[in-house]
């Protein structure tokens, strides 16, 4: 049993497995980003990289398993079994040795409609592998994660082509606001003229919108 794990989520060494289960449920209902803002988002990151830990011994593979059949009928929550299923695509984006792996993880963690995923989709965006990042992008625009404005600018600032086309099609999905608009203006000025014309498409279709809302 590892004591700094169990430290974090406010047990002893010796905890039954299910004190260890109920202290991450209560603690991920209160660090859950969607339910108390991105501010909790490394706590909640913390507290399932614990548990993790904790109840998970084998590698990260491309089996993703539920939590264990609990005896006598019992089930876990369908909120545990999503918020676990989070922590172990998350540990697999971050941490598989596989490119192919992780790309997987992070079209896995789009489709799952927890924006607490971003968690560690923000981190894969610095992936050395292509395919990675742009998948983790793909992802984030389906999330439409209206704080990633921040990430996904320094993404396009050091991606190559297709990547930065993979940002502009997340910022469409996401809507052009705010810190997304320094993201277009560089997409104009790109050396790339694909980029540069998707660009000024979406350019074009943020002013026409405007004049429509005026």
């Known amino acids: 049993m590892l004591e ?7 047990l002893k060494p010796g905890a039954a497995e299910e004190d ?9 209902k209160k660090y859950h980003p969607d339910l108390s803002g991105y501010n909790t988002a490394s706590l909640f990151d913390k507290v399932t990289h614990a548990y993790k830990n904790l109840t998970v ?29 989070i922590s172990r695509l998350g540990g697999m984006l971050l941490y598989s040795g596989s490119s192919e792996q992780r790309a997987f993880a992070a079209k896995k963690l789009g489709n799952s409609g927890k924006k607490s995923a971003y968690v560690y989709l923000r981190k894969a965006l610095s992936d050395k592998n292509s395919l990675v990042v742009r998948s983790s992008v ?3 625009g389906k999330l439409r994660i209206q704080q990633s404005a921040g990430d ?8 190559e082509a297709d990547t930065k086309l993979e940002i502009l099609k997340a910022l469409e999905a996401i809507g052009i606001t705010g810190g997304f ?9 790109d ?3 694909r980029v540069r014309r998707k660009g000024l ?7 026409t919108s405007k004049v429509n809302h005026g």
Not at 4 to 10: C, P, Y
Not at 181 to 189: G, K
């Open 138 to 140: 793909e992802a984030i």
């Open 152 to 159: 996904l600018s320094c993404a396009f600032s050091h991606g």
């Open 57 to 85: 011994s084998k590698p990260v593979s491309r089996v993703i398993p539920y939590p264990a059949r609990q005896p006598f009928g019992k089930q876990p929550s369908r909120e545990t079994r999503d918020d676990y299923d």
């Open 181 to 189: 608009t320094n993201i277009l203006l560089q997409a104009m000025r």
């Open 4 to 10: 700094r794990e169990l430290a974090v989520l406010g």
């Open 20 to 28: 260890i289960r109920r202290a991450y449920r209560n603690l991920a």
């Open 191 to 193: 050396p790339a003229p």
């Open 201 to 207: 498409s979406l350019f074009a279709e943020t002013q």
